[in-house]
């Protein structure tokens, strides 16, 4: 039987050549193909010149008056222009570097040119050639392509597609949906993304598909949950009583936003379902604490614990403050890393496998090494927004046990952390604890250098220490940037001559960096230039000085980040923003740094002028590339859909049993259901 899953070689006129172009493309089946969509419409309406505005894209038709004219300039440079008459009227007609089209511009020819009017010189800038078709309107649809699959081709081909199967293209969303916006169906949805007759039809067809994108989307997202809900594995039966005495233990008294959150996690562990969800707390705002009380939780239920960071230091970091924090109870955790020797390490294995281990806490190798657990309960995951649904997934399908608690500092906006977790419950540390100072935030212009060194040598003087940032442009830290620290560090070692000065960048070896840290963490180094690589979590309360060098080229939420390793103790510190940026809207972002410190707010902001795709690196993070909908632009849609999603799988709609069955089909986004 025929249906829009069929791969594209069933179509005639599809030979393996072309499978191949296609393919290219990313259009394996007549789905694929009916949605590859325009990314624009040519809107060549054949218009009366009297209706037209000046910078008006408009096609005209008239006839060639005067034998066209090419000169050469500027070398390769070139012009083509002749004389057009409509009607009664004469206007000018020029190509720039077309002159390849004067043999088709004879005198006397009618013609017709898509281009643009202007009005001062009575000229058409001609953009298109149209020829002397005699149709009086045409709006088409303009789409990427490749070398080998040239947009005539493509038209043909989607054209061929739709006519064999508009037939069997049924309707995808329920009915009450359609209902309740007034979308056309989806036949006719595709129809007119294709070949509307003019903008509105194409802009209702769009209005139709951004939803369905968004709808799916968030629909897939709710069902993962909802069966995750469903799974009664994941019950910790700990002792209540046992916790609230590791609680008083805690030197201080939790904030509120840290007792409801342990309360959510505290709740999800003693469910009949598997825990997954994200604990957002803007850095220091204490997750670390709350860790520690779900580890309790898990441990005082007989089970036990993984607890993965990204950077060995961190791990370091962490174990400290959990065995600190575990003194007064038997917790037994214990730190795996590449410098834990072999010996300790057989060991350490052995006692997680007979359970005399209760926590093991270490880089995200953990889980890529099959370490075998007596019995754990819980995986915890500091800084997770490093990875995206689907590498959630591969991890969960690699866990025994799916309480899964990830943690992250980077305050995500609302609107976009329930499309990046939509599958998650989410818990949010939306307070600092009492008494935090500020963060001074000043922006200087590099000119201003000097002073911003005296300010640093008066503060390290007091005994304080200061951190020098210089900025990472790739995610895989080019060579480039490793010279541009490099260089600061002789700068600074230079003028810091009698202070011991550190470098730190992605290139050196993990034992190295470590090394570095730790003499920075004792106070052994002053100054620590370095690049982003310090960027998450570090602790070292005695620094008080962040100085982070072209700041400009920096988001506002990896800026927050690199502040936030400041202020970390009861002292005054300070962030520094050297910077001079070109544009309205750089200024504009150093503005906002100097101004709040809210962290949600800053990636609010972040992601309104910058747009997704530079700051979570949501490339690799599983989201499909939406051909239509832009989280962004799109937000309300995207709340809507997302509420529509909800309601239909709360109230279980007969609707979902289709939705299993089209969301396996559909091959929009590679996140398994
Ligand atoms: P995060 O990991 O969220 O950045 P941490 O857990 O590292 O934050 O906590 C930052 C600092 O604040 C730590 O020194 C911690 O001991 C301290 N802290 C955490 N919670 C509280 C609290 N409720 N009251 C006082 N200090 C706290
Ligand atoms: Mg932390």
Redesign the pocket.
């Known amino acids: 039987m025929k249906s829009i899953y069929d791969r594209v070689d069933t179509l005639k006129s599809v030979g393996p050549k072309r499978v191949q172009d296609l393919n290219q493309l990313g259009i394996e089946t007549v789905e694929d193909l009916l949605l590859h969509f325009p990314f624009r419409y040519e809107d060549i309406q054949i218009r009366d010149l009297t209706e037209v505005l000046d910078q008006d894209k408009i096609s005209l038709k008239g006839t060639i008056l005067t034998d066209p004219v090419v000169s050469f300039y500027a070398g390769r440079k070139n012009r083509l222009s002749f004389r057009l008459g409509i009607g009664a009227q004469v206007i000018n007609v020029v190509f720039f570097n077309q002159h390849y089209l004067k043999d088709k511009c004879q005198i006397g020819l009618e013609i017709a040119i898509y281009g643009k009017w202007e009005e001062k010189r009575q000229t058409l800038l001609g953009m298109k050639l149209l020829g002397t078709a005699n149709q009086d309107t045409e709006f088409s649809a303009v789409y990427h392509t490749t070398k080998s699959m040239k947009q005539a081709t493509l038209v043909k081909l989607i054209k061929q597609s739709f006519d064999d199967y508009k037939d069997v293209i049924e309707e995808v969303l329920p009915d009450e949906i359609l209902d309740k916006y007034a979308f056309m169906d989806y036949m006719h949805a595709i129809e007119n993304m294709h070949f509307p007759e003019n903008q509105q039809s194409a802009n209702e067809a769009r209005r139709r598909m951004i939803y369905q994108e968004l709808f799916f989307y968030q629909l897939k997202l709710n069902l993962l949950k909802y069966e995750r809900h469903k799974t009664k594995t994941g019950s910790l039966k700990y002792d209540t009583n046992k916790l609230k005495a590791y609680i008083d233990t805690i030197p201080?008294?939790?904030?509120n936003a840290?007792k409801k959150v342990s309360n959510d996690i505290c709740r999800d562990l003693l469910a009949p379902f598997d825990m997954n969800r994200l604990l957002q707390?803007?850095?220091?705002?204490?997750?670390?604490?709350?860790a520690s009380i779900a580890i309790a939780a898990c441990v005082f239920s007989g089970k036990q614990v993984a607890f993965m960071v990204p950077t060995e230091i961190l791990a370091q970091q962490h174990y400290k403050?959990i065995q600190t924090l575990f003194q007064g109870t038997s917790i037994k955790i214990g730190l795996l890393t590449s410098s834990t020797t072999v010996k300790e390490r057989k060991q350490m294995l052995l006692d997680v496998l007979n359970g005399q281990l209760d926590c093991l806490i270490g880089t995200h190798a953990l889980i890529q090494e099959d370490i075998q657990f007596y019995e754990l309960g819980l995986i915890i995951i500091d800084e997770q927004h490093r990875f995206g649904v689907m590498q959630r997934q591969k991890l969960n399908e690699k866990a025994i046990f799916q309480n899964v608690l990830y943690?992250t500092?980077t305050p995500i906006p609302r609107t976009l952390s329930m499309t990046l977790f939509g599958e998650m419950d989410v818990s949010v540390?939306d307070e600092l604890?009492?008494?935090r100072q500020k963060i001074i935030t000043r922006w200087v212009k590099e000119q201003e250098m000097e002073k911003v060194l005296e300010f640093m040598k008066r503060e390290i003087d007091k005994g304080y220490q200061a951190y020098m940032i210089t900025p990472l442009i790739e995610e895989s830290e080019a060579l480039e940037d490793v010279q541009n620290a490099q260089k600061m560090y002789e700068y600074i070692s230079e003028y810091f001559y009698e202070y011991s000065v550190g470098l730190l960048h992605g290139k050196m070896k993990a034992d190295e960096k470590d090394d570095v840290m730790k003499r920075f963490k004792q106070n052994n180094i002053h100054i620590l230039v370095s690049t982003t690589v310090i960027e998450v979590?570090v602790?070292v309360?005695n620094a008080t000085i962040m100085v982070i060098q072209d700041a400009e080229r920096f988001g506002l939420a990896q800026l927050h980040q690199l502040r936030?390793r400041v202020g970390?103790g009861d002292k005054q510190s300070y962030c520094i923003l050297v910077a001079n940026p070109k544009t309205e809207q750089g200024k504009q972002r150093m503005a906002i740094m100097v101004e709040s410190q809210d962290g949600f707010y800053l990636s609010q902001k972040d992601l309104e002028m910058r747009g997704t795709g530079d700051i979570f690196g949501l490339k690799q993070s599983g989201i499909p590339d939406f051909s239509c909908a832009d989280i962004i632009r799109d937000v309300h849609i995207l709340n809507q859909a997302r509420q529509d999603a909800m309601d239909i799988v709360h109230s279980q709609n007969p609707y979902i049993k289709n939705a299993y069955e089209l969301l396996r089909k559909k091959t929009f986004d590679k996140i398994k259901l």
């Open positions: 201080f008294s939790l904030t840290q707390g803007d850095v220091g705002s204490g997750k670390t604490v709350v403050t943690m500092a540390i604890p009492a008494g979590g602790d309360p936030g970390r």
